[in-house]
């Protein structure tokens, strides 16, 4: 692994950790009842992602607000509409089933039917408007700024 790419693997398994902590100990009052954590359960394909979005200086970057359940929620992406992660990404990496999970929420993966209405139209006008994902992430990041659904 190039230096740059295993410090950016780092940051994010520090987060993950901690993330995973605080959503273990549900500490969110009466109103929440639970938490799911992509950058746990769908890591694989999230470190498929930072692979192909490190590298050099971005000028631009993209940060999403949380996962959404039909797209990082799936595929650990950020706007990862499951049909562009597997298609144009090439990534479709095991998903595992999050901690606690919710009933009336499954993590279907990359087996997901339903499409990030987000997901699609922001990767749709990058891929439209770039052509590669490669030469899209040649200057530009995606981030979420709290990766927790």
Known sequence: MRPSFMKLVEIYQ???DNLQGLVERGEWGPRITGAYQPLEYAWEPFQDFLELMHGGAKAVLFLGMNPGPHGMAQTGV?????SIVREWFQIAKEVKQPFNAHPALSIDGFLHKKQE??????WGLMRQRF??????F???AVHSFCPLL
């Open 117 to 122: 209405v987000s997901g699609q139209r922001f």
């Open 131 to 136: 052509g590669s994902v490669q030469f899209f």
């Open 138 to 140: 040649h200057a530009h």
């Open 14 to 16: 520090r987060l993950k």
């Open 78 to 82: 950020p706007f990862g509409s499951v």
